[in-house]
């Protein structure tokens, strides 16, 4: 069977797509880049719509689709290229990987679909759906793709902030000077290392759920190779971070919470968005927690890696 990796060129799709073919796998990449990685087929498109990808799928085929908007940003300033690519792009493909009998369909949403309870262990049925430009996008495609009458196998998988490298070979032409991932983690070892020299506090803040791109990548094989249906998954690490642990990872210096330092801005940020400055320092404080009790018991997959481990290991230049 071949793999088809529509979104090719981003950040979880070229690590799928090496991923992929390290293993062995018949991989299709499709993206608007003219090269693909290297051993793969490659389809050139100038949109991801069904008319420019027509004719790409055949009988057999697991398709992924890792492409949309992933910046929340981008997504309000244009919800509607936003709600384009994210939602009903990937119902019009799926449309047309079941028209060619292709086996299955697995779409890359985000646990930002849904808002979880704060300070609660979310699956994936608990919480408010998301309303927001980029997570009320990929909720609404979820639901338009698993309630699809197509025969054809349907997933979604959900993956919590990803990070890290794929430590497989790398395509240097396609993957450049480096994972975006490590080089915020070397930004932001730079930036506390600053702070902590004058502050040895940061903003109390919400723990947040992460995951190693590796392990996601093993749960979407995972996921493809199974024969679940109509299934939505979590893909988070059980351990969880706020932005004390996360400080004194990424900088080698104990930081510690300070409650005072949240009061003082928070009180500034409200003033400003009476203004109409709009910013998400004021969700900081909700904790966001993921559970994968579902990937881990129906697939048994098993992370291995810790966003807390990669963070030190950047500290220490490994």
Not at 135 to 140: A, I, P, T
Request: glycine share 10%; hydrophobic share 40%; aromatic share 8%.
């Amino acid at each position: 069977m071949r793999w088809v990796i529509v979104g090719s060129s981003g950040y979880i799709g070229s690590a799928l797509s090496r991923y992929l073919l390290a293993a062995g796998e018949a991989v299709m990449s499709v993206s608007r880049r003219p090269e693909g990685p290297t051993g793969a087929i490659h389809h050139q498109v100038e949109t991801l719509s069904a008319k420019d990808c027509a004719g790409l799928f055949a009988e057999g085929d697991r398709v992924i689709y890792a492409a949309g908007i992933a910046s929340a940003s981008e997504c309000r300033r244009q919800p509607g290229m936003a709600e384009l690519i994210n939602c009903r792009i990937p119902a019009e493909l799926l449309g047309a990987a079941a028209t060619a009998q292709a086996d299955s369909f697995l779409y890359l949403s985000s646990v930002k679909a849904i808002t979880p309870p704060n300070g609660q262990l979310a699956r994936e049925n608990d919480g408010q759906p998301a309303t927001d430009a980029y997570g009320g996008g990929k909720w609404s495609a979820e639901q338009m793709l698993l309630a699809s009458p197509a025969k054809i196998r349907v997933n979604v998988l959900r993956p919590a902030a990803v990070y890290g490298e794929y430590q497989g070979e790398c395509d240097s032409e396609l993957v450049g000077t480096g994972p975006v991932e490590k080089k915020r983690a070397m930004a932001w070892r730079q930036k506390f290392r600053m702070w902590g020299r004058f502050i040895p506090w940061v903003p109390a803040t919400g723990f947040r759920s992460f995951v190693a791109l590796d392990d996601l990548l093993a749960a979407i094989r995972l996921i493809v190779e199974s024969h679940c249906d109509r299934e939505v998954f979590i893909a988070a690490e059980p351990q969880y971070c706020d932005l004390s642990l996360i400080g004194s990872a990424a900088s080698g210096r104990s930081m510690k919470n300070s409650y005072f330092l949240t009061a003082l801005l928070s009180g500034a940020i409200r003033s400003l968005s009476v203004l109409g400055v709009k910013t998400g320092f004021l969700e900081v404080g909700r904790s966001e927690l993921y559970s994968s009790a579902r990937l881990r018991t129906t697939l048994n997959w098993r992370p291995s890696r810790r966003y807390r481990q990669f963070l030190q290991a950047v500290n220490e230049g490994r």
